[in-house]
């Protein structure tokens, strides 16, 4: 018992120094010294409002805003391509991101992730031409993927030489869970409660409360009464 309490006190008096700068850095470092790896972590983020940001985690975003006791990652990478011009990153409280995802931003877009959502390892944001938008106690799974943009295909152009073309951004609302290695495509909406199965293609709108799966992505049934497969 006093072991642990020890160990609690240890951390709680590093946590109040938490933060993004060399300084937070170092002291996150020192508050995880007695605690297990991995998710075990995420006792920490709960210590202090400022959150934790995982010593091995890269942020290089000029706008970012983070919520109260985030979670960042061993290996999180968030990193803006353009420099900070017009590209933003917000982060709701309570936000765990875990172990190898990515977040990348380009010329024209934008990512924000609501409050109480939980993004499991290795997953992909590429922010480039759209936004992506995830509400509010969103699930999701490992390995899944966002991509608000594709690639042109002229045959007259190499394809690393090809514009990036965009038919919107991407809105998950809130309470959607998706399964593992889920991939969502530019200009489509995920309603609120939606459950999209694993290794599923998102190429356009689920509607709210549908349970969908398949490459591409259709309705199969509804969490609702009031809602109908397709």
Request: aromatic share 10%; charged share 20%; net charge positive.
């Amino acid at each position: 018992m006093k072991r642990a309490w020890l160990k609690k006190g240890w951390a709680k008096f590093w946590m109040r120094y938490s933060g993004q700068s060399h300084t937070g850095r170092l002291s996150t470092r020192l508050a995880g010294w007695f605690y297990p790896p991995y998710k075990g972590q995420y006792a920490l983020a709960r210590m202090s409002a400022s959150g934790y940001i995982s010593p091995s985690a890269s942020v290089y975003a000029r706008k970012l805003t983070l919520g109260k006791h985030v979670f960042l990652g061993d290996g999180v990478t968030i990193f803006d391509r353009t420099g900070g011009a017009g590209a933003s990153v917000i982060i709701g409280d309570e936000v765990y991101i875990n172990k190898g995802t990515i977040i990348e931003l380009g010329k024209g877009g934008s990512l924000s992730i609501g409050d109480r959502t939980t993004i499991q390892p290795n997953c992909q944001f590429s922010a480039y031409t759209g936004t992506i938008k995830i509400g509010a106690d969103v699930q999701i799974a490992p390995s899944c993927a966002f991509y608000p943009y594709g690639h042109g295909m002229a045959p007259d152009k190499l394809m690393n030489e090809q514009p990036l073309l965009s038919k919107g951004g991407i809105i998950v609302e809130d309470d959607v869970w998706l399964g593992y290695g889920v991939i969502v495509l530019d200009g489509v909406r995920i309603g609120k409660g939606a459950v999209i199965g694993a290794g599923s293609v998102v190429n356009k709108d689920v509607p709210s409360g549908a349970v969908a799966v398949g490459v591409p992505v259709r309705v199969v049934k509804s969490r609702y009464k009031n809602t109908t497969a397709g």
